[in-house]
């Protein structure tokens, strides 16, 4: 017999894979940075802000702030690794004006972040109280990930071209939004989870059917192979839109 716990795990597991890929998905887009030793006109805001939404999502899998979320924790301390190499990438090969920046926001993040985990710890007692502020801020960030193809989804139709939106791209999107929407329905029920991955399934959705309406038409050079590293294309939804809301 199929406990519910077991489905969690299965399909948390699921998740893990097509979250893992999503992490992994902008690797091209760095090796063309290392290969051509500058970032070119490549931002890090897309990182940075991957950066800051795994953090909290590993505060947020830890016992003492939502119980039972070891899977949720375990992917996001995976990205969470991605994120500094990535960074650690493009702070190497940034101009000295753009790892000033980058340092800036950096610690600007951490202090943010710091704050947040203390009154957390400090000020609220009980997992109940944490997941609420935690769960919130979370959601906050994964529903600003998840809307942030809208400007290329208005470009596909204004266009009628879905040349700087991958098809596998679009498509993991939706599934890792579905395997968590999922995980959180099971089980004990995570409504922190469920929100933001339920916007990711609508998401998602939206960018199958606009892909299935206008999939003849890739525009003039169908370049998708190229597409990461396109400097204001289709990277900046591989770094935003693919990451793992869980």
Known sequence: ??????????????GNVISFGLFLSPAPTFYGIIKKKSVEEFKPDPYLATLLNCLFWVFYGLPF?????????????VGLGFEIVYLTIFFL????????????????????????????MLALHGTKRRSLIVGVICDVFNVMMYISPLTIMAKVI????VKYMPFWLSLANFLNGLCWTT?????????????????????????????????????????????????????EISTSNGRVSA
Do not use: W
């Open 1 to 14: 017999m199929v406990t519910a716990k077991l489905a969690r795990n299965v399909v948390g597991t699921i």
């Open 158 to 161: 204004k266009t009628k071209s």
């Open 93 to 120: 090969y940034s101009t000295n004006k753009g790892k000033k920046k980058l340092v800036l926001i950096l610690l600007i993040e951490i202090i943010f972040f710091a704050a947040i985990v203390l009154v957390t």
């Open 65 to 77: 702030v939502h119980p039972n979320s070891t899977l949720v924790l375990s992917i996001n301390s």
């Open 183 to 235: 995980y959180a329905l099971i089980h004990p029920f995570d409504i922190y989870v469920l929100i933001s991955n339920s916007i990711g399934v609508v998401s998602g959705l939206v960018q199958l059917i606009l892909y299935a309406c206008y999939y003849n038409n890739k525009g003039e050079n169908d370049d998708v192979g190229d597409f990461e590293l396109k400097p204001n294309g289709v990277n």
